[in-house]
Structure formats: structure tokens, C-alpha cells
């Protein structure tokens, strides 16, 4: 994810930048960067869009967090525990109830259960922006937590 000179967010790649493939097979674990791959694609199933929203919620989890997911895993570690464990980074205590249930449906192992990107915006279009973006509990209960989502104060 990058920003262009005027700040508008451009997300430029999950992995690997395509064009809708033809032939999903050629997406594979092999592809892709290690943290971010779906379950699926780690094991080297066929590829979709389902794949792209769990990425996008490790890629939203990095931002609200400022951390890496899976720092302190090797590579193998990491996608073993993935894959067989239903490893996913810890969600952050400063993460409201709906926010963390958005992030918790994305995170299903069963792309089948994880919602389309389009059933996402909406979620996330539906969160009370009236309280720190419908993100942000109570920032003394949770004094580590750095967030972009965080309203800047007096503004």
C-alpha cells in the first residue's frame, strides 16, 4: 500500500500484482508474500478473491497495530501454525467488539465463510464513526496500541 503525492491510499499488490489469472492454479503458495498468503493458497489451493480479503486484513491488522504479523516465526513456523493451528495475530485489546468481528470473519479459515470484499466495505461503512471510528474503545485501557485510526484530538 502506498500513498500518492496528494494521500490518496493506492493498493498497489497482495504478493504478487495480476491481472484477474486465467488459470487460478497458477497462484500458489509459492507466490505471495509469508504472513500475508490465505490458508488456502500456503497449502497450494487455487487462488481467488476470498484470498485477497484475508489479505487485506492482515495488511489493515499491520496498520492499526504497527507491527509485522508474525515477527518472532521463521517463515515454516508461521505457515505451519497458520495452516494447522488457525494461527492469526493476536487482535488488539484497543479494537472495538465490531471491528473485531469483521476481522475475525475475514481471518475464517474457510474461504467459503469469509465475506467478499464488497459485503466488507459495507461492514466497514457501517461501523459508529460518532466514538474514535467505531476502532478505538477506550485508549486508557490500552495505552500501547498505535492505530491509524485513532481521531486526531482537537480536530
Known sequence: MLFDTKGNLKIIDFGVARVEAENPKDMTGTTGTPGYMAPEVIQGYPYNRKCDVYSFWICLWEMYCCDMPYAGLSFTEATSAIVHQG????????????MANIMRRCW??????????EEVVRLLEGLDTSKGGGMI???AQSPGCLCF???RRGR
Open 108 to 117: 475464517d479459515a474457510s474461504p467459503d465463510k469469509r465475506p467478499h470484499m
Open 137 to 139: 474503545t477506550d485508549e
Open 149 to 151: 485510526f485513532r481521531p
Open 87 to 98: 494461527l492469526r495475530p493476536d487482535i488488539p485489546r484497543c479494537c472495538s467488539t465490531p
